[in-house]
T-cell receptor, first 110, second 115 residues
């Protein structure tokens, strides 16, 4: 079983739509959670951290469910510029490293 | 601009050749990492360095060696390249020792093809 699992997509949505991505992680001892964004042929960049109480940054909302070991990302009012691969990331308690999911592809179309 | 600089950006090697990927950061971060990214596999950790003078193996270290030359620089060496090492390589650094409390900053990547 992969440590971090994501639906690879692609999710094809029209501009203005709301889209949600989910992610599950296997290690219950993980303490830090993130969403990264990766554009085609570019490096990953931190989109937002995910906190237990849930957090919002503009059109983006992240949620964490520790009991179910589940992380989500909600994007409202999708823009063409949101088209990218979204990586779910958790810390590996052993050795203090980050573990990356394989990513979910989002395509926003006009 | 502050950040992580990787060289080269592109490289083609013949099987059996050796090369070193260079990485330098100017953010005074303690921790540095080398990942490889393959289609459908996500980023996999090759080696990391929690602080200057220390290095540890990650998930896929076979066929690679690393050197943490100083706090700024962390290089990755392929001693005898194999086609299975064709990939995109990313270097990253973080302020916190690996827990990612402040996230990672990545370099722009090296696209390596081994023929």
């Amino acid at each position: 079983r992969k440590e971090v699992e994501q639906d690879p997509g692609p999710f094809n949505v029209p501009e203005g739509a709301t889209v949600a991505f989910n992610c599950t992680y296997s290690n219950s001892a993980s303490q830090s959670f993130f969403w990264y964004r990766q554009d085609c042929r570019k490096e990953p960049k931190l989109l937002m951290s995910v906190y237990s109480s849930g957090n919002e940054d503009g059109r983006f909302t992240a949620q964490l469910n520790r009991a179910s070991q589940y992380i989500s990302l909600l994007i409202r009012d999708s823009k063409l510029s949101d088209s990218a691969t979204y990586l779910c990331v958790v810390n590996a308690p052993y050795g203090n490293k980050l573990v990356f999911g394989a990513g979910t592809i989002l395509r926003v179309k006009s | 601009n502050a950040g992580v600089t990787q060289t080269p950006k592109f490289q083609v090697l013949k099987t059996g050749q050796s090369m070193t990927l260079q990485c330098a950061q100017d953010m005074n971060h303690n921790s540095m990492y080398w990942y490889r990214q393959d289609p459908g596999m996500g980023l996999r950790l090759i080696y990391y360095s929690a602080s200057e003078g220390t290095t540890d193996k990650g998930e896929v270290p076979n066929g690679y060696n690393v050197s943490r030359l100083n706090k700024r620089e962390f290089s990755l060496r392929l001693e005898s390249a194999a086609p299975s090492q064709t990939s995109v390589y990313f270097c990253a650094s973080s302020e916190v020792t690996g827990t990612g409390g402040f996230g990672y900053t990545f370099g722009s990547g090296t696209r390596l093809t081994v023929v």
